[in-house]
Nanobody
């Protein structure tokens, strides 16, 4: 069971960046997926999530309207499209998964809600 995130890097404020996360070792289409991030010196926080079918998404207020999560179940991939980034978006970004058999996606915003985690990819936004 593994998630591997990639796509991070150094970008300038206002730029766009797409993160990817590939899953292996489990039935991806049966899992809700989420992105979290952890800025230096801060706790890990919820960024957004997407239901197993891709029809439902939730976002943190801080990224709503700028970030979009989408998935490709055939490729076992989930993506985080980041637009209009700013220095406050600087963080290590993690993808996470939880079985959809545990219930609906609504309210699943805590780290403890997810039981599969990737290793993280660093995004640095310069001003």
């Amino acid at each position: 069971v593994q998630l591997q995130a990639s796509g991070g890097g150094l970008v300038q404020a206002g730029d766009s960046l797409r993160l990817s996360c590939v899953a292996s070792g489990f039935t991806f289409r049966n899992y809700h997926m989420a992105w979290f991030r952890q800025a230096p010196g801060k706790e890990r926080e919820f960024v957004g999530s997407i239901g197993w079918s891709g029809d439902v998404t939730y976002y943190a207020d801080s990224v709503k309207g700028r970030f979009t999560i989408f998935r490709d179940n055939a490729k076992k991939m989930v993506y985080l499209q980041m637009n209009s980034v700013n220095p406050e978006d600087t963080a290590v970004y993690y993808c996470a998964a939880v079985s959809a058999y545990r219930g609906g996606l609504n309210g699943l915003t805590r780290q403890s809600d997810y039981h599969v985690w990737g290793q993280g990819t660093l995004v640095t936004v310069s001003s």
